[in-house]
């Protein structure tokens, strides 16, 4: 017999898991006492429990393994909840840990207790508080099968105290059964052999890659599929480095930022295969000036509600994308011959990549985008880039060239500031020794900060590129565009000395005033500095604007690009 | 337009406050909803009553099935089914109107479970549309306290909703 803390830590070593994100406390002072007696799962200790899940989030997001977080009940609780709302709308595999007060307390208001289970339903795939430490082992072993089955997502699993304190015998479930949980693995044959057809009969078809492309792993297959239909691509946001950024099918990401022959090829493609993408408001603007061309469209998904949920579709084909693209490979041979007018459509894109669509204004300032752009070089793309929200965030997307999954780390659905530094720890630790670039602004560093001090703990080499303009430089844009140039808050006063500050924290810190120190100031940070945190303070052209734009609530070729202005 | 949804879940802590937490947060409506457990006791069968175009309810449907703990999901209204409610109606009986209720439940083929010298309770079972039409048919003063239980359905014939 074992006590129910040290089942806990048996059964995340059952799973394989290396690390867990956490941060201790009362409720939680038996598993953490029963992690200290073995080496096999190591702690990450973090300095804010939400940076906790956002580092487990980018563990799991930069490699193909579940993140796990470990935190203590109430206050340990609602600090998770903007990291795990991050996952979920992600679609994120996490499993975290939660202590809970006894449960002859619970409902009594007893100290540091919330309630769990409800605070976090609406923002988990599922959710469990372990009434009996008999259920204990069942119920982590569920946690995992969920998280990384199906549409992945976190799982939380809630653990009162007296259940870690318990005793029972400790057998791991090698598989486990749930009547109501059997998510899809292969697509339909005949709704595959429709889709297949309609590639063969598009005349200006379209690759639209999503996230879901990145989760399953498939990119490989998407990559393969794509070239022998030798169809145009475009990313979102979450499918960057799906197809390969340099590749010349690829149109670029498409969206509210999305280049301008993005954006043009999917409003008038004739045929769309959608893969693990979810047509969102900030993919395809308004979705009625978006249903005003006719088309046809092909949706591969996992989850059956991404299906006709903002756009009607015509061949939904719901299963696991790897094993769907790989009856679609079948299909598709590699002498594919796609319809002549293929031609004439290549021709159309030609003259769109002619407007030249990501060019920007030169200064005598730094311009954020040549930063990236350099970023790209001085790394030859072989950077994890994470990012925090804003300005900084879709000048990664547009300038970073990401030609492999997994490298491209944000927070595309929730939009959650501060993500950008917990993410860079979260992938180290999943890929120690690989360049990790954090691409940030004086805004969002500031929400976890704090993690300075983790990377300190852990040696974490992330190289901090803080995209600086004293502004909270998306909200200054949008007032700039559309509330009459009324900055209301969006200035932000006060900043630390970033450098002093990132020395402070034991790190390396550097200020880089001018174009021509944008790229030595980077390889030294790459080179001499490869094994520091260097916090890069780039003082930018505040007005600087990101373009292409499609407003919200306009349609997705109403595009503001910089050279109309 | 009004569906019948028929859900049929894990009779778990919680499981309840999933369903109505996603019909809220998603915006969907409820007009009424029942839940029980089924002849195996580690099952709840639910019948939310709904309103939405079709592709809203595709959407409900599809949002029901996600949740782990829902078993299946069948939209009832889609095909030839039963639906009760059952009401029970405390009214004022005295002097002419007594009589006068005593008659109103016969003709709804309701009957009268609790009587005082001044008081009847009728106890009346139909679909929804026909406890409102007692409704509309008795002298509204009359009518002291009201309970229905929302509504309750099943497929007709061969159609089962089961594990």
Redesign the interface.
């Known amino acids: 017999m074992i006590s129910g803390a040290e089942i806990v830590i048996r059964c995340l070593q059952e799973e394989k898991v290396e690390y867990v994100f956490g941060y201790p406390g009362g409720s939680v002072l038996h598993i953490y006492d029963a992690l200290f007696k073995q080496e096999q799962v190591q702690h990450i200790l973090v300095r804010h429990e939400q940076a906790a899940v956002h580092a487990a989030d980018a563990y799991s997001r930069s490699s193909q393994k579940v993140g796990v977080a470990l935190v203590t009940s109430g206050p340990g609780v609602t600090n998770t909840v903007t990291g795990i709302a991050t996952a979920y709308m992600d679609s994120v595999p996490m499993v975290v840990l939660t202590g809970q007060v006894p449960t002859a307390y619970i409902g009594q208001d007893a100290f540091q207790e919330c309630d769990t289970?409800?605070i976090t339903?609406?923002c988990v795939?599922?959710n469990f508080?372990v009434k009996d430490v008999k259920d204990l082992a069942i119920t982590i072993k569920k946690a995992f099968h969920?998280a990384t089955t199906g549409?992945p997502g976190p799982v939380v699993v809630d653990i009162p105290k007296d259940i870690t304190a318990q005793h029972c015998e400790f057998e791991y479930p090698k598989t486990v059964q749930?009547?109501?949980?059997n998510p899809v693995v292969k697509g339909h044959l005949g709704q595959i052999k429709k889709g297949v057809q309609l590639l063969q009969e598009a005349k200006r078809p379209l690759v639209y890659a999503g996230g879901g492309v990145i989760l399953s792993d498939a990119a490989e297959k998407l990559t393969e599929l794509a070239r022998r239909l030798g169809f145009p691509v475009t990313n979102t946001l979450m499918g960057l480095g799906a197809y390969p950024a340099t590749d010349k099918q690829f149109v670029g990401m498409l969206g509210m930022h999305g280049t301008y022959e993005a954006n043009m090829t999917m409003q008038h493609a004739d045929v769309i295969l959608a893969v693990g993408a979810r047509f969102d408001d900030r993919v395809i603007g308004n979705p009625d000036h978006f249903g005003e061309e006719p088309r046809k469209i092909i949706h591969i998904d996992i989850?059956?509600?991404s299906i006709?949920?903002r756009v009607k579709v015509d061949v939904p084909i719901v299963g696991n994308l790897p094993d769907v693209l790989d009856e679609m490979l079948k299909l598709v041979e590699p002498g594919f011959k796609a319809q002549p007018a293929l031609a004439d459509w290549w021709k159309q894109i030609g003259e769109w990549r002619g407007r030249d669509s990501l060019k920007y204004k030169q200064s005598e300032l730094i311009m954020p985008q040549y930063v990236i752009e350099k970023l790209w070089e001085v790394t030859a793309g072989e950077a994890f880039v994470t990012s925090d929200v804003g300005q900084h965030q879709m000048f990664a997307a547009q300038y970073y060239k990401f030609d492999q999954p997994r490298r491209w780390i944000n927070s595309g659905g929730l939009g959650t500031m501060g993500v950008g530094l917990p993410y860079a720890m979260g992938v180290l630790f999943a890929n120690p020794g690989a360049p990790v670039a954090c691409v940030t602004g004086e805004g969002s560093i500031q929400m976890c900060i704090q993690e300075m001090s983790t990377a300190r703990q852990y040696n974490l080499p992330i190289k901090i590129i803080n995209l600086n303009n004293g502004y909270l430089g998306m909200v200054r844009q949008w007032q700039e565009m559309f509330y009459n140039n009324r900055y209301s808050q969006s200035y932000v006063t006060s900043l630390p000395d970033f450098v002093k500050l990132a020395e402070a924290y034991g790190h390396v810190g550097m200020r880089i005033e001018k174009p021509e120190d944008v790229v030595p100031a980077l390889q030294k940070a790459f080179t001499e500095h490869k094994n520091d945190l260097v916090f890069m303070d780039f003082i930018v052209d505040p007005t600087a604007n990101v373009f292409p734009m499609v407003a919200a609530g306009k349609g997705l070729t109403e595009m503001i690009l910089a050279e109309d202005l | 337009m009004r569906h019948i949804v028929s859900i049929l879940?894990?009779n778990e802590?919680?499981a309840l406050?999933?369903v109505a937490?996603l019909f809220s947060?998603r915006g969907y409506n409820i007009e009424t909803l029942t839940v029980a457990p089924t002849e195996d006791p580690s099952l709840s069968r639910m019948t939310i009553v709904t309103r939405g175009s079709d592709?809203v309810l595709?959407?409900i449907t599809?949002?029901l099935?996600?949740l782990?703990?829902?078993?299946k999901v069948v939209d009832l209204s889609e095909s030839a089914h039963v639906e009760r409610e059952l009401m029970l109606i405390k009214v004022r009986a005295t002097g002419k109107d007594r009589e006068e209720m005593k008659r109103m439940a016969d003709i709804f083929r309701g009957r009268i479970v609790d009587a005082t010298e001044s008081i009847y309770v009728i106890e009346l079972t139909g679909s929804s549309a026909k406890l409102d039409s007692l409704f509309a048919a008795l002298d509204g003063s009359l009518i002291l306290e009201t309970v229905r239980t929302g509504v309750s359905g099943i497929g007709r014939g061969d159609r089962i909703l089961k594990?």
């Open positions: 289970v409800g339903r609406p795939k599922h508080l969920i549409r749930m009547r109501s949980y989850d059956p509600s006709s949920k | 879940l894990e802590a919680g406050s999933r937490g947060a592709e595709e959407q599809k949002q099935n996600k782990v703990d829902v078993v594990v």
